[in-house]
């Protein structure tokens, strides 16, 4: 198994800033698409973002486009999400996710599609 380690989280006032970070361990020789993803208190887990293995394409959701970014290390096998702007509909749990793909530009936005999550990092933000 990869395992995937988020860190990052905390306790932020609206429109603050936090930038997470998903670091992979294990089995990382192969090539892996990465995503994000969130559960809000009540409510189903959500695709927030994803970026390709090799770094080209990357993918938001509607809610979040503008103000968070994606982007990722090879060499370090860490993906980060810089979130901007945030809001209080921002709180949930944030958990990272990966995908062994032999398609370099390959993004995947379904939970589903994914074998590899961490444990979650807590995200609240007040207003």
């Known amino acids: 198994q990869v395992q995937l380690v988020e860190s990052g989280g905390g306790l932020v006032q609206a429109g603050g800033s936090l930038r997470l970070s998903c670091a992979a361990s294990?089995?990382?020789?192969?090539?892996?698409?990465m995503g994000w993803f969130r559960q809000a208190p009540g409510l189903e887990r959500e695709f927030v973002g994803a970026i390709s293995w090799n770094g080209g394409s990357v993918s938001y959701t509607d809610s979040v486009k503008g103000r968070f970014t994606i982007s990722k290390d090879n060499a370090e096998n860490t993906v980060y999400l810089q979130m901007n702007s945030l809001k209080p509909e921002d709180t949930a749990v944030y958990y990272c996710?990966?995908?062994?793909?032999?398609?370099?530009?390959?993004?995947?936005?379904?939970?589903?599609?994914?074998?590899?999550w961490g444990q979650g990092t807590q995200v609240t933000v007040s207003s």
């Open positions: 294990g089995r990382t020789r192969n090539s892996f698409a």
């Open positions: 996710a990966a995908k062994a793909t032999i398609y370099p530009g390959r993004l995947y936005s379904i939970s589903n599609d994914y074998n590899y």
